[in-house]
């Protein structure tokens, strides 16, 4: 083993504490994942050197697989641990998206698919899944025009959404990682992975009409932010003074003790004042975090207060 892997090694496993505290599905083995982080970059030169220029973005990267709740097992195919902007960030692809809305209960079932020029495609209606027919060993299918994700919800009802290749190339022309590739300061997703993209693209569109879940939010949030795909669809929607709240819940749920996590509830809810939707959601957030650090209270940490008083604090900050 290399210097370089070894110090990573070593910080990946330092860091399980922070990854046990943030942890959002139960399922997800911190030695597993350390070890599947750990060959991803072994088996990457350019990404260890990387790795080795900014160890903290491997923290941090390992940290949000946690608190996300996807895994990095490639035989899973939902998360990715890559090089951006001089640091390791974690890439979720369209699988991995889809298999969160299903793990955190906003769907039932999912599928995203592209439609090519030659292919049968009938819209049935946007409650309604779609027909598309092709022949999928034929050479003749033509490019691509267009792409769809079709779901089913909890109640057992069908939503459909559609994009016309025109529309995700407008998206993928707005993003920071094109521009980036464009300029030809570092190769993106767009061009080495086009048709995940796609996917990916239209399912992002589509989740703001499917039931909501924070850690889906975090996930869309992380891929605009970290992810430099920079696409905000609500954007005309919002006011000068909107506040994401994504961000603040993966700042909040990194917190590591009872008082810290208060301590950031009472700096930061009051963004959030006229945004009751999303005062809620941090609120709710902080308070289930405050209570599992106190369930694993068992490593001699003191929790000296109550989960509770997030709630009575809420007199004090009332959304308007």
Same mark, same amino acid.
């Given at each position: 083993?290399?210097?370089?892997?070894?110090?990573?090694?070593?910080? @990946?496993?330092?860091?399980?504490?922070?990854?046990?505290?943030?942890?959002?599905?139960?399922?997800?083995?911190?030695?597993?994942?350390?070890?599947?982080?750990?060959?991803?970059?072994?088996?990457?030169?350019?990404?260890?050197?990387?790795?080795?220029?900014?160890?903290?973005?491997?923290?941090?990267?390992?940290?949000?697989?946690?608190?996300?709740?996807?895994?990095?097992?490639?035989?899973?195919?939902?998360?990715?641990? %890559?090089?951006?902007?001089?640091?390791?960030?974690?890439?979720?692809?369209?699988?991995?998206l889809l298999d969160l809305a299903i793990a955190s209960g906003s769907i039932k079932w999912g599928q995203a698919d592209l439609v090519r020029e030659h292919d049968v495609f009938q819209s049935n209606g946007f409650d309604k899944a779609?027909?598309?027919?092709?022949?999928?060993?034929?050479?003749?299918?033509?490019?691509?025009?267009?792409?769809?994700?079709?779901?089913?919800?909890?109640?057992?009802? +069908?939503?459909?959404?559609?994009?016309?290749?025109?529309?995700?190339?407008?998206?993928?022309?707005?993003?920071?990682?094109?521009?980036?590739? #464009?300029?030809?300061?570092?190769?993106?997703?767009?061009?080495?992975?086009?048709?995940?993209?796609? #996917?990916?693209?239209? @399912?992002?569109?589509?989740?703001?009409?499917?039931?909501?879940?924070?850690?889906?939010?975090?996930?869309?949030?992380?891929?605009?932010?970290?992810?430099?795909?920079?696409?905000?669809? #609500?954007?005309?929607?919002?006011?000068?003074?909107?506040?994401?709240?994504a961000p603040l819940i993966v700042e909040a749920l990194k917190t590591t003790t009872d008082a810290d996590a208060l301590a950031f509830w009472k700096a930061n809810n009051a963004q959030l004042l006229k945004q009751k939707a999303d005062?809620?959601?941090?609120?709710?957030?902080?308070?289930?975090?405050?209570?599992?650090?106190?369930?694993?209270?068992?490593?001699?940490?003191?929790?000296?207060?109550?989960?509770?008083?997030?709630?009575?604090?809420?007199?004090? +900050? %009332?959304? #308007?």
């Open positions: 083993m290399s210097n370089a892997l070894a110090l990573i090694t070593n910080d @990946i496993y330092a860091s399980k504490d922070a990854f046990l505290t943030v942890l959002s599905d139960r399922s997800l083995n911190f030695e597993r994942e350390a070890g599947f982080a750990i060959q991803c970059l072994q088996n990457n030169d350019y990404a260890l050197s990387v790795a080795s220029g900014n160890r903290a973005s491997v923290i941090d990267a390992v940290t949000n697989i946690a608190a996300i709740g996807l895994s990095l097992n490639p035989a899973k195919r939902q998360s990715y641990l %890559v090089p951006r902007k001089g640091k390791i960030c974690l890439d979720i692809s369209y699988l991995g779609p027909t598309h027919t092709f022949n999928p060993f034929s050479k003749e299918r033509g490019n691509v025009v267009g792409a769809y994700v079709v779901v089913k919800t909890a109640d057992g009802e +069908y939503l459909t959404t559609t994009m016309t290749i025109d529309e995700c190339y407008a998206i993928r022309d707005r993003s920071d990682a094109w521009k980036n590739a #464009k300029a030809g300061k570092s190769k993106g997703p767009w061009e080495t992975d086009p048709g995940e993209m796609i #996917k990916k693209t239209v @399912i992002k569109r589509a989740y703001k009409l499917w039931p909501k879940t924070d850690r889906l939010d975090q996930a869309i949030h992380h891929l605009n932010t970290e992810g430099a795909e920079g696409v905000d669809f #609500k954007a005309e929607e919002r006011g000068p003074d909107w506040v994401d709240v005062y809620e959601k941090l609120k709710n957030a902080i308070i289930n975090h405050r209570a599992a650090m106190k369930q694993r209270a068992d490593d001699g940490r003191t929790i000296d207060v109550p989960a509770k008083e997030v709630a009575a604090e809420e007199s004090e +900050y %009332v959304p #308007k």
